[in-house]
């Protein structure tokens, strides 16, 4: 087992982020000093939930950055994604490659928050960590490859740690279908837009509970492979009724309406417009069910860390301003 009387440090890219901010957050309350990489220290609200950690500027696509701010660490939370599903491809392998070259320098694990988008239909509806991985979309194919690199750098002095997720929601959204497409953050919740078909199961996972899961595995860094995979089960729902319920009783109006999301109109501000157009893509995973196995996440750390779906969508709505 590590020794925790020697200080332990992380760098957090992306800390500003959903799952970024709440990885630096919890592994703050199991005693690890954060370093928090952002592009602008002194932006309002850019640090806020941070005030803990160790604030540096630096940008992520520089290699010479992020090598001078993981100084010392044993562990490197890549949670930098572009804003907006925008300009994947020119970024998202440039930044891989830029943490794990720095993670390698210091001998540090490099911490992934995987998607499903590298999955197939012929891996669902039950994901394990070791499906295989035929993507139908070019940002699927994108992730695929940057995973190949982090195994790939893993038996070359960088090990490294993915926990893949479903669809995020929580407190600090990030980019999110909950935050940006189901209900509209400020507003009085009049109709709850849903992506997803009647009667297909959707994977959510709380931002808190996935934050909570990476540092409780990183307290055990010494025991993981050096290419260590896991899936977190989050919070399922079976038929798409689940989360709408929970948003409309959080709220108090258990009657309010559920209303299917157009995808034809998304697709359509598709052809303008970036976002749209990447969400469009995605929509096969709203259209099947797709549902992750977390058994090797349970066997290790005996439970999975889970909030209450009522609790956990009040303090998302209460957060997000929605009434």
Do not use: C
Not at 34 to 55: C, F, H, N, S, W
């Amino acid at each position: 087992m590590a020794d925790h009387n020697v200080p332990r440090r992380a760098l957090v890219l992306g800390a500003t982020g959903g799952i970024g901010g709440e990885t630096a957050a919890a592994l703050l309350r199991h005693g690890w000093q954060v370093v928090a990489m952002v592009r602008d220290p002194g932006k309002e609200g850019e640090t806020g939930p941070l005030t803990q950690a160790k604030i540096v500027a630096g940008d992520a696509m520089r290699a010479e950055d992020v090598a001078r701010a993981a100084a010392g660490v044993q562990a490197i939370v890549h949670a930098v994604n572009p804003p907006g599903y925008r300009n994947w491809g020119d970024l998202v392998l440039p930044m891989i490659n830029n943490s794990i070259a720095a993670a390698k320098a210091v001998g540090a694990r490099v911490v992934l928050p995987g998607t499903i988008y590298n999955y197939g239909y012929d891996s669902f509806p039950d994901l394990k960590e070791d499906a295989p991985q035929h993507p139908v979309t070019e940002k699927g194919r994108i992730r695929v490859e940057l995973e190949q690199r982090l195994e790939a750098g893993s038996r070359d002095g960088a090990p490294a740690l993915i926990v893949r997720f479903g669809d995020f929601f929580g407190p600090v959204p990030g980019n999110s279908w909950f935050s940006q497409g189901m209900v509209t953050p400020g507003k009085e919740l009049k109709v709850i837009s849903y992506p997803g078909r009647k009667g297909v199961g959707h994977a959510w996972a709380y931002l808190p509970d996935a934050g909570e899961t990476i540092a409780r595995l990183l307290d055990r860094a010494d025991e993981l492979e050096p290419f260590a995979r896991f899936h977190f089960g989050g919070d399922w729902d079976a038929d798409g009724t689940a989360m709408t319920s929970a948003i409309a009783n959080a709220v108090g109006r258990p009657e309010t309406k559920v209303k299917a999301v157009l995808w034809p109109l998304l697709g359509l501000a598709g052809l303008f417009q970036q976002t749209p157009r990447e969400l469009y893509k995605m929509r096969y995973l709203w259209r099947t069910t797709v549902k992750l196995d977390n058994a090797k996440l349970v066997d290790f750390l005996g439970e999975e860390p889970s909030t209450d779906l009522r609790v956990a969508v009040g303090r998302t709505l209460t957060a997000l301003k929605v009434s």
